[in-house]
């Protein structure tokens, strides 16, 4: 699996929001896209990650 | 006063496609208020401004208001100063607070939508919304302080996301919304309005 273009040995399957908090993400502050395309965020506790993924998550902080 | 004379100085051959664009922008504070300003200047053809918020004290440090303007909605304080910069910008607000709920609404006649909100959760929630309703979105994370100028960037993600910022959190020993300024905001501000004017303008490539 990729995240932001770096390679990740993992076998099975995963959430998106238990992948990002093993990565130590915040899924509050997050935008994550999947093979291309935007995840939703009321999707990140049901859509499952394998093998081969490649994910692109950016993250967001406060101010403006 | 005639129109084409607000842009004399203006790139040539440029005005009719910025006269045709058309940006909607999320949020009215440091970010929005410069933003709506550099875009009504340079002659973009309609605004829609959206924020539920009052106009304070503590937002002179770098938000685009005075003291005549304190208590005024924010909508209401940006729409009548945009009047007197340029009146041929046509200028739509909306005085509401954007959430998860309305924001596929609120933006539906809108394909280009500015993130110029203040917290993190809120700029993800919005950006992830509009970029799953296949829009094209400006976005801004980390100008905290007075750091190095040359940090704040634009960057491309996530396809149709363009994101500026230095992307770094402010420092934990402030407190929330504490350390924004002026110039380092609205230098975040001039790169977000300078990618609208290139998006608007065709510049920016579309994968």
């Known amino acids: ?64 | 006063m005639l129109e084409q004379d607000l842009y004399a100085r203006n790139l040539p051959d440029i005005q009719s496609k910025l006269k045709c664009g058309k940006a909607a922008i999320a949020g009215l504070g440091g970010l929005g208020s410069n933003i709506a300003v550099m875009l009504a200047r340079i002659g973009v053809g309609s605004l829609f401004l959206v924020d539920f918020d009052r106009v304070e004290p503590s937002n002179l440090n770098r938000q685009h208001y005075n003291h005549s303007h304190l208590g005024q909605f924010k909508t209401d304080a940006l729409a009548s100063q945009l009047e007197l910069i340029n009146p041929f910008v046509s200028v739509r607000t909306c005085c509401e607070k954007i959430t998860a709920d309305n924001a596929a609404n609120l933006f539906a006649d809108y394909s280009l939508v500015c993130e110029a909100f203040d917290r993190a959760e809120f700029k993800a929630d919005l950006v992830c919304s509009m970029l799953a309703a296949g829009k094209t979105v400006v976005a801004a994370s980390g100008m905290n302080g007075v750091g190095d100028s040359n940090l704040i960037t634009t960057q491309r993600k996530l396809g149709k996301l363009w994101l500026c910022g230095d992307g770094l959190d402010s420092p934990p020993e402030l407190e929330a919304g504490v350390g924004f300024m002026a110039p380092r905001v609205m230098l975040c501000a001039a790169h977000q309005a300078n990618a609208i004017t290139r998006i608007l303008l065709g510049l920016e490539e579309f994968t």
Not at chain 1, 13 to 24: P, Q
Not at chain 1, 37 to 49: A, L, N, P
């Open chain 1, 1 to 64: 699996m990729f995240i932001n273009g770096e390679k990740f040995e993992f076998t099975g399957e995963i959430t998106i929001s238990d992948l990002l908090k093993t990565h130590g993400f915040d899924c509050t502050r997050v935008a994550v896209e999947r093979g291309g395309v935007i995840v939703r965020k009321g999707e990140f506790d049901s859509t499952k990650v394998v093998d081969g993924d490649k994910l692109e998550i950016v993250t967001f902080v406060g101010g403006g």
